[in-house]
């Protein structure tokens, strides 16, 4: 039992890390911080770069009680994936922290891992950021207008690394043709999915041996009247990207 917070109103896990966010806007982190993705300054600095320097862990090692994330404000959501952190701040800003090899951090700073939270790059985008969909080495953002953007590697259409985060005009130029508006996004390791008005649905990224691009699918009526649905199916492929990866890859060529 965790006893040293104060009420919560949101719980989001990475693959060893666990984001706390109390119901007054303040983010608490516990767990491995190899990449600095708990978000704490270390009380060791000498030792902890040294050795992470050595090891190739990072900054940190175990954060065994919850404790406050540095250099944030007041927060409003968290969201994490694999080995990297983000917080959308009451301002509307995005701060990023955690492991950045594939620059998706989206931040200013090129270095491998960030243990601080960093503000991302967010003058390209167009309206302001709604929500963010990390995955292992991309990230995703959803503007209030609709728009998806990434910056990593391995879900833009060249394959190559961003870092600043880039229009997926695709999906833009998708929607468009079917009259929808990008409401929802959610992401994992190699992939991510995205709801166009509760009625179509899209899957793109990259599989073991296969790259999947972005294609619209619908709901059928009975489908539609439940967003559980939706859930419950991308949390099955987040389980199979895990465990099956050449299962996800021979469902994500059916679909």
Known sequence: MVDNLPPLKQITAGFDHTLFLSADGRAFACGWSGDGQTGQVSS????????GCILGVGHYGN????????????????YTCADNSFALAASGEIYAWGNNEYGQLGVASTSPQLHTAARVNLSALDGCVVSVAPGGAFTTFLTDVGSVYYCGYGLGPEMSHVVKPASLSILRRLWNSSDGKIRALVASLHYAVATVDGTNWMLWGRFPGKRLVPSIHSY????????????????????????????????????
């Open 44 to 51: 060791n600095v000498v030792f902890s770069h040294f050795f």
């Open 220 to 255: 059928s009526s009975q489908h539609k009247a439940s967003e559980q649905a939706f859930c419950v199916f991308t949390q099955v492929l987040f389980l199979c990207s895990f465990l099956y990866p050449e299962v996800l890859k021979w469902h994500a060529v059916r679909l």
């Open 63 to 78: 954060v065994h009680c919850p404790k406050p994330v540095a250099n944030l404000g007041e927060v409003q959501s968290l």
